[in-house]
């Protein structure tokens, strides 16, 4: 690719950039903090009865710690007067949200074009890869890795392959489980998959495969994925259409079997936590649980990789003070695992019970893991940052939070 080209092609990207994001024009972003838990609930209720309007990025795991959210312009007045009536302090943090997509939306292709212009494309890259590029990468590897071994675990609503990775020296041994990209806006979750995965085939990466398999699989909800690149770059769920419903879209983390429906996830297909019209209704979620049960007994840690918060969370979300088993145990590891992020990386996760620390949803595949699988060490990884750019975390942050996650899966293997 020459340079006039690649120019060429950046500008029109910046005015694909700009038509898709008129979605988000004129959208404002709040940063709120609730001050106790009839507030929050208040709030999640708001949202629910309300689709379309308001968008909760993140709920605080403690109370008085900053919660973001979005606001459609017709609806940021009924929320100011909704969080003085709640007592409930907040600050506008952006007043166009469609302004802050474009712009990194236009760096990111910016970096993809100009790797591929230079004849790099690094398996860990500085941008965000689309996901045919994520199928290329993985081909690519199994070709140079006899012990890595790609597979299709299922298909999409839209004929995707969902993909499961395989790297292994010895079939005998005990297996960690990781998934990522459930939620489709979570960019930086399958990255940090990628991440891993390249770590591993390296020299030193491979120490760890002395004593373990790990099973990955980068992207679970393909469909939802490639639409953040394309069209609504917030978009959570599947791209599965429900029938009867006037909305598209589950919410994978909501489907899975265990206390399916229960509290946390929505009967509207419109709303953003849409739990399915039944358990484990979506082809993502029975792709999973299928390969999972091929590893029964055999998984001893699984990660579920997310954004944002910067949190390392144990089951169960679907009750307060509902632990799994060896629930003490995962606590201290986590601690541990959070120490030494902080001491060697210089960033401060917290680590709790998902519903302890605020409200519970039920369906979540963390909960699957360690409550049917009977998986000792399942938590649920919600990776960088705390919320300056949310979901729109630069790809410069990449290589940072894999070593984040990478510095975490070395503690547990070393202490479980």
């Keep these: 690719m020459t340079i006039k080209r690649l120019l060429t092609a950046i500008a029109l990207l910046c005015m694909i950039s700009h038509m898709v994001e008129a979605l988000y024009e004129g959208y404002k972003v709040l940063r709120i903090r609730v001050n106790n838990e009839e507030a929050a609930r208040a709030l999640l209720l708001l949202e629910e009865q309300t689709p379309g309007h308001y968008d909760i990025w993140n709920m605080p ?64 890259p500085d941008a965000y890869k689309r996901y045919d590029e994520i199928l290329d ?50 960019w930086i979750a399958p990255a940090s998959a990628i991440y891993l995965i390249d770590r591993l085939l390296t020299r030193n990466g491979q120490m760890l495969l002395k004593d373990h398999q790990f099973y990955i699989v980068p992207v679970v909800n393909p469909d939802g994925y490639e639409y953040t690149h394309t069209t609504d770059r917030y978009w959570r769920k599947n791209r599965a259409v429900t029938l009867g419903e006037p909305c598209v879209g589950t919410d994978l983390n909501r489907n899975f079997p265990l206390k399916w429906g229960c509290i946390g996830a929505s009967p509207r297909a419109c709303s953003d936590t849409y739990r399915g019209p039944e358990p484990a209704s979506e082809l993502e979620t029975q792709s999973i649980m299928k390969k999972l049960s091929q590893f029964r007994e055999k998984i001893v840690l699984s990660l579920n990789l997310h954004s944002f918060g910067q949190y390392i969370l144990t089951p169960y979300g679907f009750a307060k003070y509902r632990y799994p088993p060896n629930y003490k145990n995962m606590i201290h590891l986590g601690q541990m695992a959070k120490r030494l992020i902080h001491e060697r990386h210089g960033f401060v996760y917290q680590v709790g019970s998902s519903s302890d620390l605020l409200y519970e949803a039920a369906g979540g595949s963390d909960d699957y893991l360690a409550g049917t699988m009977n998986v000792p060490y399942s938590y649920t990884i919600e990776l960088s940052d705390e919320g300056r750019y949310g979901f729109l975390l630069p790809a410069i942050y990449i290589r940072p939070v894999g070593k984040h996650l990478w510095t975490a899966i070395k503690v547990f293997l070393q202490h479980m």
């Excluded at 919660?67 to 302090?89: D, K, R």
């Excluded at 140079?144 to 299922?154: D, P």
């Design 61 to 124: 795991r403690k109370l008085h710690q900053p919660v973001y959210m979005s606001s459609s312009p017709a609806g940021f007045l009924n929320l100011t007067i909704f969080l003085v009536q709640h007592n409930v302090s907040y600050n506008l943090v952006n007043t166009d949200l469609s302004r802050e997509i474009a712009r990194e939306k236009y760096r990111n292709e910016k970096g993809r074009l100009l790797r591929y212009a230079r004849g790099v494309w690094r398996s860990v």
């Design 137 to 186: 990468y993985l081909d690519r590897q199994t070709n140079l890795h006899s012990f890595m071994k790609v597979e299709t675990i299922g298909y999409t609503a839209e004929s995707r392959p969902i993909k499961g990775v395989l790297i292994s020296m010895d079939s005998s041994k005990p297996m960690v489980w990781i998934d990522a990209g459930i939620h489709a806006r979570e």
